[in-house]
């Protein structure tokens, strides 16, 4: 795949815009709220550097930075993928992609590789440095400016790192888990345009009530429920045990359990495709991709 | 056109393009050889863009089509590296800013120069810095034009290039294509309804009528085989009487008539007119007009 990083750059001029807005934006608003906005604890204040709601608190801001920033680009990366075959045909500039020694398959594969793993990944590393920025804020604010300095970093940024690696191993998983249905979106508003979704949700919706009610035969909610629920474990909690932190816990002990916790989550992720519903899951994204390809390749119209 | 060799770039046998039930293209047969500059001429929905697919694996032929030796549709890609190709609705992606474009251009296409096309890009109304989609539609083609003009490429294949740009433009375009592009072993194939501006530029005609293909000849040889003879009034009767090919007006007044033959016209005829050498416009109208229609009528 020698077009790989052309490809990837055609991706960065389309989108770095709206990708940047995106990215930045719940990151600057995190950063006045913290800045200029009113926080109030119970107990008295400012609260010792040695206390352990500093300590929690730079930790959640980091963790759920890092998570809001990761939600935005992966739901916007979905929404663009949608669209993804049939978005050249919308300016016309099919005739001109269509007209360079591209392949069909690396045409669709690339920016489906970059919007569904690249960009959220890159999200993750943004929300993680953003979550940083705004830690040092809000612990300044709260305990002075030298107070996010002496924070426990030995055991601080082992945690965030682990929480960014769980999610990061996590995607490609709960990728595989959703492709079924994101290939299946891709290929409907290919064919169907913008009722491909609606027609997709349509017959998926028909289709469980019909087996379900006609045929007692719950298996195609059943199906989606299992994909729906291995993607999100793919993500957290495949062990069934999330990550709890409570403010009585030593935070340094709590800290360092994250990990732990991340890397025992990520073997119960990776423990579940030992099933036969992954294989299944793959096929059924293979297939779409090459019904893509061919409609792709057909794609190109006549007009004398 | 007829006669295959190792100079042949293309290479076509009972070619046939059919989309549904429609034949878009019926049984053509032909060759383009290097060197070359064909114009592929036909009426709207003749079959010429359809064509022009075929030939750089767009559209899927039957028959037997053969592009630089290759088969476009199974090895579009590889056939791509070493034949441009101009689509007659082509648009360049609005979002890029014209040297993206010639940035992408270099990591997408082994064969484009990358300083070439910025050299042909300076010669335009095109800004480097500017966005394709704050440029006027002729700007966007002379942008593509430059573009495809610098691909290091055997075969240049041309669906109405020149739409939307203006007299000055497609004069520096051509000029451009026949004095630096061309070079004796390259290839050209144009399709065009301006088909006066190129004729001086063809060395060769494919004329498609309803996805046929009525003439596939050199310029040289349609001097040799059609013949025009203008005439007066007076004697159009005898001149129709002979089944030309086409009778048409050369000029104003009773005198400016013209009848079109392929092949010498009869003896007695010749002495009633003067020879003139058929236009290509003439020829076209001739060979894919409605049986039912007459121009001299208009």
Redesign the interface.
Known sequence: MTHFLPLIRREWLQHRFGWSLLALLPLALGLLVAGFGQVEFDGDSPLPVDGALPVMLAFAVVAGATAIVFIVMSLTSLIIVSGLARRDHADRSIEFWLSLPLSHGESLAVPLLVHLVLVPVAALLVGLLGGYAISIVLVARMAGPAAWLELPWGALLPATLAIVARLAAGLPLALLWLSPLIMLTVLSTALFRRWGIVLLAVAIGLGSTVLERLFGQPMLSQLLGRLLRNAGQALASASGTGLTLRSDDDPLVALQGVPGWALADLSAALGALASPLTLGALVVAAACFALLVNWRQRSSKAAD | MTVASQDTLVEARNLSVL?GARR?VDDVSFDIPKGRIVGLL?H???????LM?AM?G???PQGELKVLGLDPWRD??????SA?????????????RVD?LV????????RFSADRARQLLRRTSVGLADKVKTLSKGMVVQA?LALVAAIDARLMILDEPTLGLDVLSRKAFYEMLIEEWCDGERSVVISTHQVEEIESLLSDVLMLNEGKLVLAISLEEIDRRFVALSHDAAVADEMAAAHPLLRYRVGPGPGGSAALFDGEPPAHLQALGRRMRPSLVDLFVALTRKPELDRTQF
């Open positions: 989309y878009a036909g709207n929905g003749a079959g010429k863009s359809t697919k750089v767009l559209a899927r579009r890609v590889a056939l791509l590296q441009c190709y101009i689509p007659d609705v082509a648009i360049l992606p609005r979002w890029v993206d940035t992408l251009m270099s990591g997408l296409h082994p593509h």
